[in-house]
Structures are given as C-alpha cells and as structure tokens.
C-alpha cells in the first residue's frame, strides 16, 4: 500500500524562527513530489519535486527531494504568523492511475 | 484569471437527502479529481476523470457518483448523505497528471 508520513504532526514556533518539515514515502511507481500549504480553504500548490538533490526556492521557503532517502524537507526561513497553516506533502504517481496520495500534514502554528 | 470553481462553498443536506456539488474549470484540464478531506485528515481521492473515462477508487462508496458532461463540468453526487459524509469536498484538476494539481476552494458539506 502507498503511504506518505509526515513529521512532526504539529509545531508551534515564534516568528522569526526556521522550521524544518519532512515527509517520507514509500509508493510504487513514484512521478513526482508535492508540497501544498492549505489554510482555512483548499490546498494552494508550493512546489514540484523530481529530481533528487536540486532545492527549489520561493521566497523563504525552499524544498529538496532524495530519492535514496524516499524523503523530502520543507524549510521555511524568518517565519511569520502569515505562515500558519497545514502543510501537505504529497506524491504523485505514474503508471497510468494520475493521481496522488497525501500525508496526513503537519500543522504549523506561528506566534508573534 | 484561469482556476477552478466550486459551488456551493458551503451546502447543508437532510441526511439522506440527495445532493449534488459541482466543480467547473477554465484551465481546460483533462484531468478531474474529486477529494473528500474530513477534519484533521488528509484529502482522500474518491475518483477522477481522465478525459471521459470514469476512474473509481476501491473503497469510495456506492453513495458517491460523479459526472462529466463535458471538458469544464464535473459532478459529485452524493445519494443518500450520512452524517459520517460531512466533509470538504475537494476538486482538483490537472493536465495529464503532470504537473501539480490546481485545486478548487472547496465545498463544506454539513449533514444534518
């Protein structure tokens, strides 16, 4: 069975403060990898992971992808409250299904 | 601006009242997703739409139906709503399954 963890389930930090969240699979015909953030609404798209080893970057929040490790971590730099939400990491899978199956998120709260 | 459209954002249903939810998109993606996300979990795939072709997942239940009468519409019908059917309801939509999926904002389904 396709299964995506994520960790910590939940975080609490100060603005100001570099978060670090990860997320680990183990799928069959793995595509790609997903990070969303989502708010009190739907899911808002962060970034695509394919490649191993190459960090992708907007703004204070960067990502990398290992494919020996079946992990990936989201940094977020200098947070700020606007950062509060849940974020889902995700992995997309080839082979004809097109779809993707979803961690459970990691809750991240941000106090001034 | 190209998105996906929900609507109702929030729908109040009878138990075992029918209800449909409806999803249009102007991205003109052939991919079509519908997601239930339940609180504190993660999105669960119901079933997707590649083109026409109507993808069911195992384990969604009878009670849930979908249509597509063309590229820009799809349709989540639930049959007979149960309490345990209070959820958001998630589409999402994509090009080929291959990059990303752009999300809906969602409908909240409360059962009463």
């Known amino acids: 069975e396709d299964k995506v963890v994520q960790s910590p389930l939940s975080l609490v930090v100060h603005e100001g403060d570099t978060v670090t969240l990860n997320c680990s699979y183990e799928?069959?015909?793995?595509?790609?990898l997903l990070w969303y953030k989502q708010e009190k609404k739907a899911p808002t798209f962060l970034f695509m992971l394919t490649s191993s080893g190459i960090e992708k970057k907007s703004g204070r929040l960067s990502s990398i992808l290992d494919k020996k490790e079946l992990s990936s971590i989201l940094n977020i730099t200098a947070t700020q409250t606007g950062d509060s939400a849940i974020y889902l990491c995700?992995?997309?899978?080839?082979?004809?299904?097109?779809?993707?199956?979803f961690g459970t998120g990691t809750k991240l709260q941000v106090i001034p | 601006d190209a998105m996906v459209i929900q609507n109702p954002r929030y729908q109040v249903t009878q138990f075992g009242k029918p209800v449909t939810l409806s999803c249009s998109q102007t991205?003109?993606?052939?991919?079509m997703y519908w997601y239930q996300q339940k609180s504190s979990q993660a999105p669960k795939l119901l079933f997707h739409y590649y083109d026409k072709d109507f993808n069911n997942e195992a384990d969604t239940p009878d009670n849930f139906q979908s249509r597509r009468p063309n590229t820009s519409f799809c349709f989540l019908d639930i049959r007979s709503p149960g309490l345990g059917d209070a959820a958001m309801y998630l589409c999402?939509?994509?090009?080929?399954?291959?990059?990303?999926?752009?999300f809906g904002s969602g409908t909240r389904l409360t059962v009463v």
């Open positions: 991205l003109n993606h052939n991919v």
């Open positions: 995700a992995v997309e899978l080839s082979g004809g299904y097109q779809k993707v199956t």
């Open positions: 999402a939509t994509s090009r080929d399954g291959a990059y990303g999926y752009t």
């Open positions: 799928v069959t015909n793995f595509r790609s």
